[in-house]
């Protein structure tokens, strides 16, 4: 290994050291799923791995290095498999495994023979494939790879390209060299990649839902504007503005944790939509909360809001803890505060506020 392979090894080794911490600490101990953990991984592996290449260099032990870098090409599939795990598809995560072992075992099985170096191309090549595949999987989702996706797509699509030049420049080379084709490239590249990726995964990690939620408000917004404008003109008066809200989403978040916690309002925004009439618009409002907008008689969103206290109530065997949830609900007329869409909501927001102080799992009406 060259001084210079061995420099950017090392800050390739601090770097990853980082980016596991802050990976780790701001994303998955922020939300424990299987995804952020399998992100998480890929940065301990790339810290196990590139300090494995150091020590194989400061021991002379090309086998320690062969090991290291071939469980270390398993790192992209592992941010595939958290990609699929995020949409809640098959993570699959034994591919990274299987990768990493076959990639180490092919190292080893060639190490001291001419084709050692074209071996640890073609392991390479395979790793960047992996990274193809996790930007297919960043463009399959709503942000079709952009905003802050954007750095994990651009350098996941490269690494394929750097990959198939290490493949033709270990075909072209003196076969006794081991894995040094493109070194300093492959390196920087592993650079790029772990901060990219650190960037688009901690996104994904802590914004993505928020930036989902404030765009499904402004469609919301727009659409309640239109409705209530059109309802002003025709002076439709049984149209209600409903603000929906899970009661003591702190104390269920300490009881089952983030994962948990998104199951119960998973099952809480399926019983909104079970209890209301389809013709209702209904809105994400708040991490745990929605807005219902709808144009029905006080008697049928009476009995709509009843039914949702009482689907939210029933204890079922899915359920990640065995307790009665309840939910509180504001309920804003037009009739009372009048066809603007913001006072509307502000109402509905104070009235819930006041079920919630008088206990929850109840409605309170602007009067």
Not at 119 to 147: C, D, I, N, Q
Not at 177 to 191: E, N, R
Not at 263 to 279: K, Q
Not at 330 to 340: M, Q
């Amino acid at each position: 290994m060259t001084s210079s392979t061995l420099e950017g090894e090392a800050l390739l080794a601090v770097f990853a050291i980082l980016a596991a911490l802050l990976m780790f600490g701001l994303g998955f101990l922020y939300r424990p799923t299987w995804s952020t953990l399998l992100w998480s991984m890929v940065f301990f592996l790339v810290t196990l791995g590139t300090f494995g290449v150091i020590v194989a260099d400061a021991t002379t032990l090309d086998w320690i290095d062969d090991i290291a870098v071939g469980l270390m090409l398993g790192a992209p599939a592992l941010v595939w498999s958290g990609l699929r795990a995020e949409r809640a598809a098959p993570a699959r995560s034994w591919i990274a495994v299987a990768q990493g072992v076959a990639s180490a075992g092919l190292l080893l099985a060639t190490a001291g023979l001419p084709v050692h170096s074209l071996a640890y191309s073609v392991a390479y090549f395979g790793s960047t494939v992996m990274a193809a595949l996790s930007a297919v999987e960043l463009l399959r989702r709503p942000e079709r790879g952009g905003g802050m996706l954007l750095p994990l797509t651009v350098v996941s699509l490269v690494l394929p390209l750097i990959g198939v030049a290490s493949v033709s420049a270990a075909l072209l080379a003196d076969g006794g060299t081991q894995h040094t084709a493109l070194p300093d490239v492959k390196v920087v590249g592993q650079v790029v990649y772990l901060t990219c990726a650190l960037i688009s995964l901690l996104f994904l990690t802590r914004f993505a839902d928020s930036v989902a939620e404030v765009k499904g408000q402004t469609e919301f917004a727009h659409i309640a504007d239109d409705r209530l404008a059109r309802a002003a003109t025709a002076e439709d008066r049984n149209w209600a503005m409903l603000s929906l809200s899970l009661d003591d989403t702190g104390p269920l978040r300490v009881a089952v944790g983030e994962p948990g916690l998104q199951r119960i309002m998973a099952r809480f925004a399926a019983d909104v939509r079970a209890s209301f009439p389809v013709e209702a618009d209904i809105g994400p409002d708040s991490p745990y909360g929605f807005l219902v907008l709808l144009s029905r008689p006080d008697g049928v969103v009476r009995e709509s809001i009843r039914d949702l206290l009482e689907r939210i109530g029933t204890v079922t065997p899915d359920q990640p803890i065995e307790t009665e949830l309840s939910a509180s609900v504001g309920w804003a007329p037009v009739r009372t505060v009048g066809y603007d869409a913001v006072q509307l909501i502000d109402a509905a927001h104070a009235a819930m506020a006041r079920a919630r102080g008088a206990g929850g799992n109840r409605w309170e009406r602007v009067e």
